[in-house]
């Protein structure tokens, strides 16, 4: 079964409004999750590094202000797209590193967000 | 930084064929390279994972290869089906546990 539940699975909110993703980790607690996207007809591209009880690392050019990461506990990571534009619909899905095993890494099912 | 590129974009193929997706990427310096299948709408799901040390790795019909010095990697389809058809996304990871994804190749097997 899945071992990182990402809710919701599809969204979609007005333009201007903000929305929030929560990626949770099931069985093991991630001190590091990872959070992408993917727009239409391109590959996934990491956004940010959630670090718990830090702030999180973002790529270059993805913008802090707008995509606000909280990692307030060891299995949870929220993602919020704040005052969503059309141009933020995109694929989000987040990844959890499993503490111990080398370099397991489980995915979300992924988040379909659509900004109308 | 790692540049991860599929070739090719998009491939179509009747049922029954056997098929090979490419993956190349730039930084040889990989902790290991995850094939992924996604389908529409849908998450990802990870067919194979090759250690940074291992060659290939096989999973039923699934083969895929890693040539880490040349920066490649192909993942080979054996006797294709039309529950195949999907993209198919290949990934480096570095030890930061980052990935590094490619464009994707979207296979469509034809009954």
């Known amino acids: 079964g899945a071992v990182v539940s990402q809710h919701p699975s599809r969204v979609i909110c007005k333009s201007g409004t903000s929305v929030k993703i929560e990626c949770r980790s099931l069985d093991f607690q991630a001190t590091t999750m990872f959070w992408y996207r993917q727009f239409p007809k391109q590959s996934l591209m990491l956004m940010a590094t959630s670090n718990e009880g830090s702030k999180a690392t973002y790529e270059q050019g993805v913008e802090k202000d707008k995509f606000l990461i909280n990692h307030a506990s060891l299995t949870l990571s929220t993602l919020t797209v704040t005052s969503a534009h059309p141009e933020d619909s995109s694929f989000y899905i987040c990844?959890?590193?499993?503490?111990?095993?080398?370099?397991?890494?489980?995915f979300g099912e992924g988040s379909w967000l659509t900004v109308v | 930084k790692q540049e991860v590129t599929q070739i090719p974009a998009a491939l179509s193929v009747p049922e029954g064929e056997n098929l090979v997706l490419n993956c190349s990427f730039t930084d040889s310096a990989i902790y290991n390279l995850q094939w992924f299948r996604q389908d529409p709408g849908k998450g990802l799901t990870s067919l194979l994972l090759?250690?940074?040390?291992?060659r290939e790795q096989t999973s039923g019909r699934l083969n895929a290869s890693l040539d880490k010095s040349s920066g490649r990697s192909t993942l080979y389809i054996a006797a294709s089906q039309p529950g195949d058809s999907a993209t198919y996304l290949c990934a480096t990871t570095n030890t930061g546990n980052q990935f590094y994804f490619g464009t994707g190749t979207s296979l469509t097997v034809i009954p």
């Open positions: 990844s959890a590193h499993l503490p111990g095993s080398g370099n397991t890494i489980y």
């Open positions: 090759i250690q940074s040390s291992q």
